[in-house]
């Protein structure tokens, strides 16, 4: 529960629509049965009402506010049955508490029924409004007289000063017996000789190939594996990587007798790393440095003070004239572990060793990756302190479509015209008008609208939506212009404030129509009304990635968001032989690399490991799930943005290392997958192998009836099937979303650079290439391919080429024949038995990119030329011709298959519709023929015969094809039409 306050939430049930009748009379007594955290309510009961209103707010106090996002609010609905009889069930509704809104922002959601088993008969659906209120209530301390908390501070005792503290640390420090240096040295060897501690009892995990990559030089342990969680880990236990060891040092402050103004430094010396704290003249720095233990090549800490001196007539200070004042040793082997969830250690005064009379307080513990020091802390496989090296969770802007309905104008006034030779309004003649809607760069205009200015009574009409893109927190201001077309200058305009507008759920409500009273230039403050319905569409998903590449389909409303249904937890562990992205870090070049992770709304980015072609993240990171049939994205980056500010004068961009993608559909519940996949990337000079990442990989869902209930549920929410939105309108709003995103992550710190964003988000998916057309040829090919081996081995059947299976085809037949009955349940036993001998040969693992799908491996140079060639191209003229040239070419093949296609079904067409009047009285008379012949002779006796006939031996058979296929041949198409 919130400190100082309690929450309570409050259900209005509104009404319902359209229930099941279940009283025998064609009507039902409904009432609803509300549960919440173990709290029931009930309204009453409306008896003999399909469309009960009830308009009753029920009350349910929330225990925890912080897991109320958890938390499910069932709504069921039942028939009252009176005399004690059992009450019949009409529907339930499921709403997860991440749709609760605060008090003043719920508005009125109807929500279908659902079915409580497979045999349950409901329809309808039931309005709610759900909110919860936030009380504040006086704590104790709050009610206490004054005299009573001046009693109690009175009463508190003084807390011990500094200098006390410190001299009580070197009275306990003097009073510590030293350990004799046998033990010392007995204890190191078998520190040494057993490197890892004995695992605890239970189920251990299978080992991950990054825990047996690295063995420290001097024994010590590198990696640390924790066993897997039984039923579902959170994204905290870091169960799916290696917890990597790494030394903190914590230093905070100094004391000392020196003077004042002097600014001091700590310096952190192990081996052959030294980092020092930043200059500080208040003698307080609290800074954290993070050593990775595999990395160390010394088995002494050493914390040195330094006092800077400065320069005679300069403020600066000289490096080389600093005052050591005292250095402080920690032996590795002496210093403590700490594993959270244990308490932070506890920073003590350290006496330092030297001529200076001067105290440290520092803190030094082992711990891993998972300590909350470590994101602050300086890194030294990261970068140190630099921002653009730090990993770091995103979450991509809230996007709602903005429909603006623009139906007419009113009372205009229009400016005088630029050109006096040019019709006036009011004049004869007539001016056409249009209006235009601008927000956050995004220019609509409707289509033009005539004016007939002889009527002064005529006001254009347009009856046209604009729809945006709008990111919160939004703009300011929609801008609407009123534009006349025929002059060229603007009528006058108008700025709505986006707090204003409505927001609705669905298309049962429409939006408040408003009047607009548009503003003109000087000299004309008012230049009449225009007549408009505005409105933020929260039943869309706007989509910001490709559709095929979906990660999210919720709808913009958190209303309408149903609880997730799995959590997917995705562990980076490392990255092999990547290839050099930079020619600055030596001979053979360096490599800083970080992965970027995408799904729904959650972006998550690695820390960055400087100059390694075998990086080691073992970082985890989790997703809730609200659908199975999404797709994971991750890439990995070569970073160009860390050394901005030395040598650099602008941010370099982040150049592509590779990326993979998982569909959370080809995963296995509750099952870690580790698996290393290729990074291949395709480049000017052509497709390139640039390393391996590895990755584990964990979707558990605890219920498999909402996993499975999502496979018959619609991809996306409801609004995009009653009101559509078209193919062009859709991918014009789909770059725009990627532009609003683009632009936000660029905004953060560290920022995700836009290149990196187009990237994960696929937007040149769409754009022309030879070899995407060529490897989706090769995929409508593939997918013909057991058509085709269905049509050959029917054919070998025909030609008797094996003569036993012909054989038992006609065994078949005669089955067939006699027993009608057990046609259709042995096709769907042979499909059973088909399907279960397959399963051996199902994929064991989820699939990354393919190479050879992808066509990289049969591109040529001048093909991957124009794939990277920009739009509009800068390539000359000769080049553009010849690859104007080659897309005519492919176009032609795709235009032939189609007009082959449409042909077959033209002819169809023909035959039914008298468009060769001898070729359908032939039809017709066939079909009176037919219906004689099915009259006459049994169906059993027919479909035998012609079975029989149609897999007669060849020398039986004609070579020519047969008089019903050329018939059909003969049918007139409507190529010949077309000019």
């Known amino acids: 529960m919130t400190e100082g306050g309690s929450r309570r939430l409050v259900v209005e049930v509104c009404s319902a629509r359209n229930l099941m009748p279940k009283d025998g009379q064609g009507t039902a007594s409904a009432y609803v049965m509300v549960d919440f955290d173990g709290q029931r309510r009930r309204t009453k009961t409306r008896t003999r009402d399909l469309n009960p209103q ?31 009889r059992r009450n ?169 007798d020196g003077a004042a103004d002097r600014p001091v430094h700590a310096q952190v010396v192990i081996g052959s790393h030294s980092v020092r704290t930043r200059t500080a003249k208040s003698k307080d720095w609290d800074q954290v440095f993070a050593f990775r233990k595999g990395s160390l090549n010394s088995m002494a800490l050493e914390v040195s003070v330094y006092e800077e001196k400065a320069k005679e007539g300069d403020d600066k200070t000289a ?3 600093d005052v050591n004042l005292g250095s402080v040793s920690f032996d590795l082997i002496e210093i403590p572990k700490r594993s959270p969830p244990d308490s932070p250690l506890a920073p003590q005064w350290y006496t330092l060793e030297g001529e200076h009379d001067v105290d440290v307080m520092l803190a030094v ?112 201001f929609l801008t609407v212009v009123l534009e006349d077309s025929t002059a060229g200058q603007a009528v006058g305009q108008a700025k709505v404030p986006l707090s204003s507008i409505h927001r609705r759920l669905d298309d049962r409500a429409e939006p408040p129509a408003r009047w607009l009273n548009l503003a003109g230039d000087e000299g004309r403050p008012y230049a009449g009304r ?43 562990l490392g990255a092999t032989n990547l290839v050099p992205m930079k020619t600055s870090g030596g001979a053979g070049g360096s490599t800083d690399a970080y992965v970027v ?11 960055t490991i400087i100059d390694q072609f075998n990086p080691q993240w073992n970082e985890q990171y989790a997703w809730d799930v609200f659908d199975p049939c999404t797709v994971l994205t991750i890439g990995v980056f070569d970073n160009g943005r860390f050394k901005t500010g030395e040598n650099t004068p602008a941010p370099a ?73 078209g193919p062009a309108q859709q991918d014009a709003l789909r770059h725009t979303a990627m532009r609003h995103v683009a632009a936000r992550l660029a905004r953060s710190e560290p920022p995700l650079g836009p290149e990196v964003v187009h990237h994960m988000l696929d937007t040149d998916a769409h754009a022309w290439s030879v070899r995407r057309s060529r490897a989706n040829w090769v995929r409508v090919v593939g997918c013909l391919t057991s058509v085709a081996a269905a049509a050959r081995w029917v054919r070998g059947v025909r030609t008797w080429t094996h003569s036993p299976t012909t054989v038992l085809v006609h065994i078949l037949l005669v089955a067939a024949v006699l027993c009608p009955q057990v046609i259709l349940p042995t096709a769907a036993l042979y499909l059973f038995l088909v399907l279960t001998w397959r399963y051996r040969a199902r994929p064991r693992g989820p699939a990354g990119m393919d190479p050879r799908l992808s066509q990289v491996d049969a591109v040529g140079s001048d093909e991957l030329d124009e794939e990277f060639d920009g739009f509009p191209s800068s390539r000359p003229a000769d080049v553009v011709r010849l690859r104007y040239d080659r897309l005519r070419a492919l176009a032609g093949r795709a235009q032939t298959l189609l007009g082959d296609v449409a042909a077959q079904g033209e002819r169809l067409e023909a035959l039914l519709g008298w468009r060769d009047p001898r070729a359908t009285g032939i039809f017709a008379g066939f079909c009176l023929l037919s219906s004689m012949v099915l009259y006459s002779v049994p169906f059993k006796a027919l479909f035998l015969m012609a079975g029989f006939y149609y897999l007669r031996h060849p020398r039986f058979r004609d070579d020519m094809p047969s008089a019903g296929f050329n018939f059909f041949r003969r049918l007139p198409p409507m190529s010949d039409r077309i000019l």
């Not at 319905?533 to 149903?562: F, M, P, T």
């Not at 992770?597 to 820390?607: E, F, M, S």
């Not at 995963?667 to 997958?673: A, E, F, M, S």
Request: net charge neutral; proline share 9%; hydrophobic share 35%.
């Open 319 to 321: 490096g080389g004239e």
């Open 88 to 256: 019949t069930f009409l529907g339930k509704v499921r709403i997860s508490g991440l749709s609760f809104a605060k008090a003043g922002s719920e508005t009125l959601v109807y929500y279908p029924l659902e079915k409580r088993s497979v045999f349950s008969q409901v329809k309808g659906e039931i309005g709610v409004r759900v909110s919860y209120v936030d009380e504040e209530k006086t704590t104790e301390e709050e009610k206490k007289p004054e005299e009573e908390k001046k009693t109690e501070e009175a009463n508190k005792p003084e807390e011990a000063k500094p200098e006390e503290k410190a001299s009580a640390s070197k009275d306990e420090k003097k009073k510590q017996p030293e350990k004799p240096k046998e033990a010392t040295s007995e204890a190191a060897k078998t520190k040494e000789e057993t490197p890892n501690p004995p695992p605890s009892p239970g189920p251990t995990p299978p080992p991950t190939p990054a825990a047996t990559k690295e063995q420290h030089p001097s024994g010590l342990s590198d990696l640390e594996i924790r066993p897997f969680a039984g039923e579902r880990a959170s994204s905290s236990s870091y169960d799916l990587v290696a917890r990597v060891p790494y030394l903190f040092v914590r230093v905070l402050k100094v004391k000392h």
């Open 530 to 572: 225009l007549h408009v319905k505005i409105c933020l569409e929260g039943g869309y998903h706007v989509l910001d990635e490709a559709a095929h590449v979906a990660s999210d389909v919720r709808a913009a409303s958190k209303q309408l968001s149903k609880p997730p249904i799995g959590l997917l937890e995705v562990g980076v």
């Open 54 to 84: 009830w308009d009753e707010k029920l009350e349910f106090l929330v225990h925890d506010p912080e897991t109320m996002a958890s938390e499910t609010l069932e709504l069921n609905v039942y028939n009252d049955k009176k005399g004690g």
């Open 653 to 725: 961009k982040d150049a592509r290392i590779g990326k993979v993608r998982i569909r959370l559909s080809t995963l296995d519940t509750d099952r870690v997958y580790i698996n290393s996949y290729a990074l291949t990337a395709v480049q000017p000079a052509g497709a390139k192998k640039m390393g391996e990442i590895e990755l584990a990989i964990r979707f558990s869902c605890p219920s498999w009836l909402s996993l499975l209930a999502t496979y018959g549920s619609p991809m996306l929410p409801r609004m995009h099937y009653v009101r559509p939105l």
């Open 365 to 476: 513990w082992i711990g891993t990756q998972v300590d909350e020091a470590f994101q602050e802390a300086w890194q030294s496989d990261s970068g140190g302190l630099n921002v653009h090296t730090r990993s770091k969770a995103y979450l991509s802007p809230k996007l709602w479509y903005l429909r603006l309905t623009v139906i007419q104008t009113q009372d205009l006034h229009f400016p005088p015209p630029v050109d006096p030779k040019s019709p006036r309004p009011g004049g004869a003649g007539s001016t056409e008008l249009l209006v235009k809607g601008q927000l956050s760069g995004q220019i609509f205009r409707t289509g033009r609208a005539p004016l007939v200015t002889s009527s002064s009574s005529a006001n254009p009409t347009w009856n046209e939506d604009l729809v945006f893109v709008a990111a919160e927190p939004f703009e300011p």
């Open 597 to 607: 992770l995408k799904y729904g709304p959650k972006w998550a980015r690695t820390r």
